[in-house]
C-alpha cells in the first residue's frame, strides 16, 4: 500500500502541475489512505510481532534520545528524522515481519507493481516538466517493480516479462539516474552467483558480459555519437547516457565536497558521533546552506552510520548491512530469497553507497525486517 501511495503522490504533484501550497495536503491525504489500510491488519501484526515492535520502539527511543542530548539546541532535523521513523518506516518494517506466508508477499508486491510502473509512467510525460525531464524520484521509485518482472523473467522465462523489463531500464536510462543501474547491476550479480547454480552458466554469462564490454570500449565513440545524436534530434536529454558516453559516469555530481565535509565533522566526535539525525544542521552549515529550508545530508551510508554512531559502531553496522544479504544461503524458500535479493538490490545499494537515510527509507525497512524475520523459528512464525 505505502509503494502504491508514494508513486501517486509524486504523480499527482507533477502531473497535474500542482502549486506546492498544495503539496502537504495531497501528501496528508496519502497519509490517511496508508494509516487506514495498516489500521485493517493492525491487530493481526500487533499478536504476531508485538513483542518485536516493543523491542525495536524502545532501541529506537533510545538512540533518539541520546541524539536530543548531544543535539540539544538543534532538534528540528532529529523532530523530521524521528517523524518518519516512528510513524512510517517502523510501522511498514514491522508488516513486513508479521507476514508468514513469503509467497503471498511476493504475489501481492508482484501485483502492485504493474500499478506503480503505471503510475511512475505518468511522472516522465507530465505537462510540467515535458519529454525530456531528469527525474531522480522517478528512477529509485521504478527500480522496485523493474527487479521484480526481471526476476519473474529469470524464473519464468516469459517474453512478456523480459519486455515489460526492457521497457522499464530504458525509461530509466532516459530520465532517470545512475544509481537505478547500479541497483540493476547489483541484482544480476546476486543472481549470477547464488540463483545459477551451473559453472558452465556462470562463465558463459561472465565471458559474454565481458565481450560486450570489449566492444564497448572499441566502439564506444560510434555508438554514443550515433545514440545521442538521435535523440537529440528526436528532443530528448538523456543524462545517465551523457555521462556514460562522455566517460564521466562516475562522477561524484559534488558529492566528494560533501563526504570531504563529513569527514572533517566525524573526526571532532570519532567515538560518540553526532547522534542520529545530529549531523545535518553542521553538515549544511559547512556546506554553505545557513537558512533552514537547506539541509545536506551525508550521501553516503557509511558516513552516515559513522556520524551518527560514532567510527566503530558505525563500521560495525555498515558491515552488518552489506554483509547482511549472505543470510539467503539458509533460506530454502525461493519466494523469500527473491525478496532478499529484490529489496537488498533496490534499497540498500543506494543507501550504502550514493545515499543516505537508512532511519527514514521504508525500503531498507522493508529489508532489515524481512532479514530478521528469517530467523524466526517455523512453529513461530504465524
Not at 161 to 186: A, K, Q, T
Not at 231 to 243: A, D, F, M, V, W
Request: with cysteine; aromatic share 16%.
Amino acid at each position: 500500500m505505502w509503494l502504491i501511495v508514494s508513486a501517486l503522490n509524486a504523480s499527482i504533484k507533477l502531473y497535474f502541475t500542482l502549486p506546492q501550497s498544495v503539496w502537504g495536503l495531497v501528501s496528508g491525504i496519502g497519509g490517511l489512505c496508508f494509516y487506514y489500510a495498516l489500521l485493517r491488519v493492525c491487530k493481526i501484526v500487533i499478536r504476531r510481532s508485538g513483542k518485536v515492535l516493543c523491542v525495536t520502539f524502545f532501541v529506537l527511543f533510545f538512540l533518539y534520545m541520546k541524539s536530543v542530548i548531544q543535539n540539544i539546541y538543534e532538534l528540528e532535523a532529529i523532530k523530521s528524522y524521528a517523524l518518519w521513523t516512528f510513524f512510517f518506516c517502523l510501522p511498514i518494517g514491522i508488516c513486513i515481519y508479521s507476514v508468514c506466508d513469503k509467497k503471498i508477499l511476493y504475489e501481492t508486491l508482484l501485483k502492485a507493481s504493474y500499478w506503480i510502473a503505471g503510475i511512475l509512467s505518468l511522472i516522465v510525460f507530465s505537462p510540467s516538466t515535458g519529454d525530456t525531464h531528469y527525474n531522480m524520484f522517478f528512477s529509485s521509485s521504478m527500480i522496485l517493480p523493474l527487479l521484480l518482472h526481471l526476476n519473474e523473467y529469470i524464473r519464468r522465462r516469459k517474453f512478456f516479462f523480459l519486455l515489460l523489463s526492457l521497457g522499464e531500464i530504458l525509461l530509466i536510462v532516459l530520465y532517470g539516474s545512475r544509481g537505478s543501474l547500479l541497483c540493476l547491476g547489483v541484482f544480476v550479480i546476486l543472481n549470477l552467483f547464488y540463483s545459477i547454480k551451473s559453472k558452465v552458466k556462470q562463465v558463459l554469462i561472465i565471458g559474454l558480459l565481458f565481450l560486450f564490454g570489449c566492444c564497448y570500449s572499441i566502439y564506444k565513440d560510434q555508438i554514443g555519437g550515433a545514440i545521442l545524436n538521435y535523440l537529440s534530434s528526436k528532443n530528448y536529454y538523456s543524462r545517465t547516457l551523457i555521462l556514460l558516453f562522455q566517460d564521466e559516469v562516475t562522477d561524484l555530481s559534488g558529492r566528494e565536497v560533501i563526504w570531504r565535509k563529513s569527514k572533517e565533522l566525524l573526526f571532532e566526535k570519532p567515538v560518540l558521533g553526532w547522534g542520529v539525525g545530529g549531523e545535518i544542521v553542521p553538515l549544511s552549515r559547512a556546506s554553505g546552506h545557513e537558512d533552514d529550508e537547506s539541509v545536506t545530508t551525508t550521501h553516503n551510508g557509511w558516513l552516515e552510520l559513522m556520524l551518527n554512531h560514532g567510527i566503530i559502531v558505525g563500521l560495525i553496522i555498515g558491515l552488518f548491512f552489506v554483509l547482511s544479504i549472505i543470510r539467503v544461503r539458509n533460506i530454502r524458500d525461493y519466494y523469500y530469497r527473491d525478496l532478499m535479493f529484490v529489496f537488498y538490490s533496490a534499497f540498500m545499494t543506494t543507501t550504502m553507497t550514493v545515499g543516505d537515510g537508512y532511519l527514514v527509507k521504508p525500503g531498507v525497512w522493508m529489508y532489515l525486517f524481512l532479514f530478521f524475520a528469517s530467523f524466526k523459528k517455523e512453529r513461530t512464525r504465524c
